[in-house]
């Protein structure tokens, strides 16, 4: 992504994307894919949200757009701390579900 400016530029081509339905298709394409990908990695722990791997993408996209307004922080840093975090809530909270009320 690179710094603040190179990551701004990249919004100026995302305008662009969604204004192409075949770009927004594709997109979409990527989308579905990835959430796969991503709910795969849970699939062995109980008590995960049927849509975890959009969660976990909305996430990822979400912390882009939060570091963008304050970038003190190098931005892959940022992401993998903000994932990580994410994570241990998730996984923390489906544990407390599967173990039932106390």
């Avoid at 990822?60 to 190098?74: A, I, V």
């Avoid at 809530?89 to 489906?94: E, W």
Wanted: glycine share 8%; hydrophobic share 50%.
């Amino acid at each position: 992504y690179g710094d603040i400016e190179s990551y701004a530029e990249g919004l100026l081509v995302l305008r662009e994307d969604l204004r192409d339905p075949v770009l927004r298709a594709r997109g979409a394409a990527w989308k579905a894919a990835l959430s796969k990908v991503l709910a795969d990695c849970f699939a062995g722990i109980p008590g995960m949200p049927q849509d975890i791997g959009l969660l976990m993408a909305s996430h990822w996209q979400g912390s882009l757009l939060w570091w963008s307004f304050g970038p003190e922080m190098e931005l892959t840093a940022y992401v993998e701390h903000s994932l990580k975090r994410f994570v241990a809530a998730i996984t923390a909270t489906s544990a407390r579900t599967a173990a039932g009320p106390m």
